[in-house]
């Protein structure tokens, strides 16, 4: 339980260790009322410490509704800085807080959560039990400040300069086709270029991008897919040909060799905001995440 021990020193604007411990906790939870329950302490009292944090520090930490609460930027920043040095006091004073796990909210995209990322994060979760991860799969890029993201996975090319990135493997592409498709259109040997671009395409809302760097100007049927799975199952109706990881290519796909033409090869990210306030255990799921 945080102790009261007073307030701030006007005179050398010291922030006291006891609210820095209750804004982590407040923050950790994303709720006043749960973070109030957890410390046995009045709600009342902790929003007006978090007030006069925020006073103190002229910056808004949180926005607050009447549905939810989230950090906002300067919010994530102060957690970055403060949760880890927090954590270590807490520990050195011999205490302890069993009703609080530390998390990571993650993001990935769904198909790789369920064929790549996931399984890893599954290991990770076992071999790291102090620490609960929260992932939303989407292929929408979450803002981090906004959305309480900790870390992204994300497949290049990386277009945010502003975002730290570590490259953790390669996803090779190529083009394929339902085998209906490919049998009514005598497609089954090597397709010349000419011949390919009339085909009509399936894309995932990105533009369909060659090793040499040059990007294909395709002929496109009326459907906007953005879905991998979905793109896929359109493939294998025999609706058009797509670009997809090459891991998806099997059953009713088949594999199309174009003459002098390959997909360009994309990575896998890890994306975070900062690497000089990286929390210490999402720079550790970083590290297990990466290829050995």
Not at 6 to 13: A, E, S
Not at 47 to 54: D, F, N, P, Q, T
Not at 207 to 232: C, F, M, N, R, Y
Request: with cysteine.
């Amino acid at each position: 339980m945080i102790v009261d021990i007073g307030r701030y020193n006007p005179k050398i604007r010291i922030i006291i260790y006891n609210d820095l411990a209750l804004f982590t906790v407040v923050a950790n939870h994303l709720s006043f009322s749960r973070a109030a329950d957890r410390l046995g302490i009045p709600l009342s009292r902790v929003s007006r410490r978090i007030a006069e944090l925020e006073g103190h520090l002229g910056t808004k930490l949180f926005e607050r509704t009447t549905r939810q609460v989230r950090l906002t930027e300067e919010g994530r920043r102060l957690l970055d800085r403060c949760q880890d040095p927090i954590e270590s006091l807490q520990g050195v004073a011999g205490f302890t807080d069993d009703t609080r796990r530390q998390s990571i909210r993650i993001t990935a995209p769904p198909l790789a959560a369920r064929t790549t990322i996931g399984p890893r994060l599954l290991d990770f979760a076992e071999q790291n039990p102090d620490v609960a991860l929260e992932v939303t799969t989407t292929n929408i890029m979450l803002d981090f400040f906004r959305d309480n993201i900790d870390l992204a996975f994300r497949v290049g090319p990386l277009t945010d300069s502003s975002l730290v990135a570590k490259r953790l493997w390669s996803v090779p592409y190529c083009f394929c086709a339902g085998q209906g498709f490919i049998r009514e259109r005598a497609l089954d040997g090597p397709i010349s270029r000419p011949d390919f671009l009339a085909l009509p395409a399936l894309t995932a809302g990105q533009p369909w991008v060659l090793e040499s760097g040059e990007t294909l100007q395709l002929k496109h049927t009326a459907h906007s897919l953005t879905d991998l799975d979905v793109i896929a199952q359109a493939a294998r109706r025999n609706l058009g040909v797509a670009m997809l990881p090459l891991d998806m290519v099997d059953g009713d796909l088949q594999r199309l060799e174009v003459t002098d033409t390959i997909p360009l090869t994309r990575d896998m990210f890890a994306v975070y905001p900062s690497r000089r306030l990286l929390p210490a255990r999402v720079r550790k799921l970083i590290d297990f995440m990466a290829p050995g």
